[in-house]
């Protein structure tokens, strides 16, 4: 790992782009750290605290807590992008830690553009906002577009609009490049486990290998439009490398229920479930044995849920030439395949 403390090369000598990403260690900025490097990139990343991880990049402790960290990252890194993915970024957790989700998500967004801007660097830097398909909430219009209005359900979703905004704000302002990706739901086998589509497949996986027996779950109605992360990071790319600075919606344009992504999961190891009751007496059972038991824990249910999104992309298909490769059925088959390797090697994964 590089730390602040290694001279870091000069931009100017090397004329390769460079890269800051804030919530690197995260799912998306695993991903995009791997595109920008095979791009050439020179990439750097904000951590929280120390990590193993690729040696590639150039890592410096910061917190977008902490401006003053943000401001001598900036003025090290001099990047000619900034992809500001770090966040608090649990919808349900936001509840229970709402002043601490406003602070890293809304005001860590400004204190991260003004950084940029008390280096000077505001006409230098693009700088793209990991926005939400989460500001969309309570159902306005669908599917969802950039025209469709806001109605936030979660402290999260509250604090990812201010975000938005200031994002806009900075660009009308200071005629900065800075640009918000409206980005729905997207998964991974390197998706926290705390997240509905990876704890059922690690369920899954563990019992396929005997290691669990049953699974509680909290809404199975919700509907999400699901896609691969490794698709969506690299729309982040292409909304920076556009001639003009544009929020854009990605999505795949499909929505699947939590209890259809629980069908196709159980579907890769040849289960399928049958479903019984209702609300929150309801139990999903393996159709021959009824071994396997899925029952509804209302702990998991939200105060405000987001019954149903579902993302029109047309814009970013047309200006950015982006689409989505990865379908929902291939995506629960990498996410199932990945858990059982992961808990054959390790059970207590
Ligand atoms: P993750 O939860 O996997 O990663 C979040 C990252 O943010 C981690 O690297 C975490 O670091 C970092 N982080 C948390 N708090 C702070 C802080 N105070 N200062 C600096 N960094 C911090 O998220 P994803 O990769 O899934 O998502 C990336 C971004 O995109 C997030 O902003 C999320 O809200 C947003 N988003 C995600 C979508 C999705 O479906 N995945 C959809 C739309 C938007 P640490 O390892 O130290 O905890
Ligand atoms: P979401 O993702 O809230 O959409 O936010 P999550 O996977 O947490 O929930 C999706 C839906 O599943 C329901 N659900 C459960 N959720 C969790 N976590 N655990 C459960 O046991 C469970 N049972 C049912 C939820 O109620 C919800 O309706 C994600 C995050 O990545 C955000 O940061 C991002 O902005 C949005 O996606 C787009």
Redesign the pocket.
Known sequence: MTSTDSPVASNVESKRKVALI????????SYLTEFLLAKGYIVHG????SSSFNTAMKLHY????DSSSLVKIISIVKPTEVY???????VKISFDLSEYTAD??AV?TLRLLDAIRICGLEKDVRFYQ?????LYGKVQEIPQSETTPFYPRSP?AAA?LYAYWITINYREAYNMFAVNGI?????SPR??DNFVTRKITRSVAKIHLKQQESLELGSLDSKRDWGH?RDYIEAMWLMLQHDTPEDFVIATGETHSVREFVEAAFQEIGIKIIWKGEGINEVGEEEQTGIVRITVNPKYFRPTEVDLLIGNPKKAEEKLKWKRKITFKELVKEMVTADMELMRKDPTA
């Open positions: 804030t919530g690197i260690t995260g799912q998306d900025g904000v951590i929280r605290r910061g917190d977008l807590n500001n993915l770090g966040a608090m970024s649990h890293v998500d860590g990991a926005s939400t398909s989460e999260y990812k980005l729905f739901n997207h998964e998706r926290g992360a």
